[in-house]
């Protein structure tokens, strides 16, 4: 089946380290793979997005490549801000469904201090 | 401003009260979805409909009925809540079924059931 492994949170980091949220995933066909972020109180927004092997995604200085060999699609940043402070999601949609459903990791909650 | 919208935002109810969320989509979107995010769990489908007329079953349908007979709208509809349904819930549009399309998401609707 589907399924969307990431990396147990929380995280906190310092203004400016460097990020990395851990992604595996276990598909049945040929998933598309995405990062949402979730600020708080609010719903989630798409951050980024790769649809086949090898593709980077990448958007407000996040990465995130996908690598059909490790079945990974982790997520990283040079250097964080406050403001990036969220709850980030790992999740795939599998073509081979017929449909868009998207299957989610739990979740990694980021909170970067000053 | 495209967008989804969910009504209500907050819901506090009591067990076996019919309730429905009610869910827009402003963008001509053929595919709507429901989530349900509880801790630990990240976001799980409750169902999704591919077009008007159109509707499936998610992971978690159990307790849930939906219906689209008009494509801007997605209701959720609750017959008999109980407290294990108590959740935060999240509608989601994307223009095809594809599994490359972006899905966009409501603003979610926190639902205790006491």
């Known amino acids: 089946g589907n399924s969307v492994t990431q990396m147990e949170g929380p995280v906190t980091l310092s203004e400016e380290a460097f990020l990395t949220i851990n992604c595996t995933y276990t598909?049945?066909?040929?998933?598309?793979l995405f990062w949402y972020v979730q600020y708080p109180g609010e719903g989630l927004q798409l951050l980024l997005k790769?649809?086949?092997?090898?593709d980077k995604g990448s958007n407000k200085g996040f990465e995130a490549t996908y690598r059909k060999e490790t079945t990974s699609f982790h997520l990283e940043k040079g250097s964080v801000q406050v403001s990036d402070s969220a709850v980030y999601f790992c999740a795939l949609s599998d073509r081979g469904t017929g449909a868009n459903n998207l299957f989610f990791g739990t979740g990694t909650r980021l909170t970067v201090i000053p | 401003e495209a967008q989804v919208t969910q009504n209500p935002r907050y819901l506090i109810t009591v067990t076996g009260k019919k309730l429905t969320v009610t869910c827009s989509q402003n963008m001509n979107h053929e595919y709507m979805s429901w989530y349900r995010q509880d801790p630990g769990l990240g976001l799980r489908q409750i169902y999704y409909?591919?077009?008007?007329?159109?509707?499936d079953k998610g992971d978690v349908p159990e307790g849930y009925k939906v219906s689209r007979k008009e494509k801007r709208n997605f209701p959720l509809i609750l017959e008999s809540p109980s407290p294990n349904q108590t959740s935060l819930y999240f509608c989601a549009s994307s223009f095809h079924q594809s599994s490359t399309d972006t899905q966009y998401f409501g603003p979610g609707t926190r639902l205790t059931v006491l």
């Open positions: 598909a049945t066909g040929y998933p598309s």
């Open positions: 790769a649809t086949k092997a090898d």
């Open positions: 409909s591919m077009n008007v007329e159109v509707t």
